[in-house]
């Protein structure tokens, strides 16, 4: 007859086993308890973990869409306001330029209200943020526009050279008082405006890319969320400011000044203008960005509802199952230790 069943060492090993298992049931749902979750999901929901999977990989999906969405967001406002300080400023020198034109008024002054709108554009169409240039198109590592106001930029000696061979001289020579009103019209309508066209336009004044930066606003939708510096309105604004800061304005003889004048009204006009679109435009693209966000965020509180469902704990009654686990592990130590004392030398 077999006794082994019964030996000491059995009986030891079997309390030892019970203990083992009991304090992993207490470690696991007081982990549980803690985290609110299932300690292991696949173990616990068994054929159902695959729609648990497919679950959180599409909860992640849509949320990590809301989390660039708010970036494209944070993109298309600094690039609103941009524009915004741009519109302002191109609207308040064309006031002045009107009333240049129908009351006369100091050229030194309007040149230097043109320098300071170039700088501001200059300054705006350069904006940064998170280190990328908003209004560089997909060339966002790149500035995307040459500071006129720096004689070494190359729009600067451009504009230089292109009226020194129209008219033989520099803008600072006192001999521009002969130009007349035709041949400035001519040169404002050829070699001048050929420089704010493509090609000149993107070899000295602008290293923007004509392809914007495209956005993913939900699992089906994309919107163009920058805008290129190579729009119709920058060009116009940047010509309107070049013709009153830089054609040697204060020797120009009466007629041709008011040529002059003429043309950056009309520049201005169209630029603000299309300026004016162009924000339109990206405030469309605003607005579409917010209700995704908002329909994202519908979804994804959808989604977690049915994670929590399928992987979250009941508090009472895994505390219940902890409490009960606890009172078994105390019982199963206190059996153990009187069966540690149990010895056949006792009965001897």
Same mark, same amino acid.
């Given at each position: 007859m077999k006794t082994t069943y019964i030996s000491t060492i059995s009986i030891s090993n079997a309390s030892r086993r019970q203990i083992m298992n009991q304090s992993n049931l207490v470690s696991q749902l007081s982990v549980e308890m803690s985290s609110g979750r299932k300690f292991d999901v696949g173990l616990d929901l068994g054929s159902r973990t695959g729609e648990?999977? +497919? /679950?959180?990989?599409?909860?992640? &999906? /849509?949320?990590?869409?809301?989390?660039?969405?708010?970036l494209t967001t944070s993109r298309l406002d600094v690039s609103q306001a941009a524009m915004g300080d741009m519109l302002s400023d191109a609207q308040d020198f064309l006031s002045?330029?009107?009333?240049?034109?129908?009351?006369?008024g100091s050229v030194e002054i309007v040149e230097s209200e043109a320098q300071a709108s170039m700088e501001l554009l200059v300054s705006r169409m350069n904006t940064q943020l998170n280190g990328s240039f908003l209004f560089a198109g997909i060339n966002s590592d790149q500035e995307p526009f040459s500071d006129y106001l720096d004689p070494a930029s190359p729009?600067?000696?451009?504009?230089?050279?292109?009226? &020194?061979?129209?008219?033989?001289?520099? !803008? +600072?020579?006192p001999a521009v008082s002969a130009i007349t009103p035709a041949a400035m019209t001519t040169? /404002?309508?050829?070699? &001048?405006?050929? $420089?704010?066209?493509?090609?000149?336009?993107?070899?000295?004044? +602008? +290293?923007?890319?004509?392809?914007? $930066?495209v956005s993913?606003?939900? =699992?089906? #939708?994309?919107?163009?969320?920058?805008?290129?510096?190579? #729009?119709?309105? &920058?060009?116009?604004?940047? !010509?309107?400011?070049?013709? $009153? $800061?830089?054609?040697g304005n204060e020797n120009l003889d009466e007629g041709t000044y008011k040529v002059v004048i003429n043309k950056a009204i009309e520049k201005l006009g169209t630029g603000i203008a299309a300026l004016t679109s162009t924000m339109g435009k990206l405030g469309t693209v605003q607005e579409q960005v917010k209700l995704a966000s908002e329909r994202l965020q519908v979804q994804t509180?959808?989604?977690?509802?049915?994670?929590?469902?399928? #992987?979250?704990?009941?508090?009472? #009654?895994? =505390?219940?199952?902890?409490?009960?686990?606890?009172?078994q592990l105390e019982t199963t130590y206190a059996v153990s230790a009187r069966m540690q004392g149990l010895s056949i030398l006792n009965y001897i």
């Open positions: 648990s999977v +497919s /679950l959180r990989s599409e909860f992640h &999906f /849509l949320n990590g869409i809301v989390d660039t969405n708010a002045t330029l009107i009333a240049l034109r129908e009351d006369g729009n600067k000696v451009a504009a230089d050279a292109a009226f &020194f061979a129209e008219f033989g001289i520099t !803008q +600072s020579d040169y /404002l309508t050829g070699a &001048f405006d050929a $420089m704010f066209q493509d090609p000149a336009w993107g070899t000295s004044w +602008s +290293s923007a890319s004509d392809s914007v $930066m993913r606003i939900s =699992a089906s #939708e994309t919107v163009d969320s920058s805008i290129s510096g190579n #729009e119709q309105a &920058f060009r116009d604004l940047a !010509q309107a400011y070049t013709l $009153m $800061m830089d054609l509180d959808i989604l977690n509802s049915r994670i929590n469902v399928l #992987e979250n704990v009941n508090p009472e #009654e895994t =505390a219940v199952r902890l409490n009960t686990a606890l009172t």
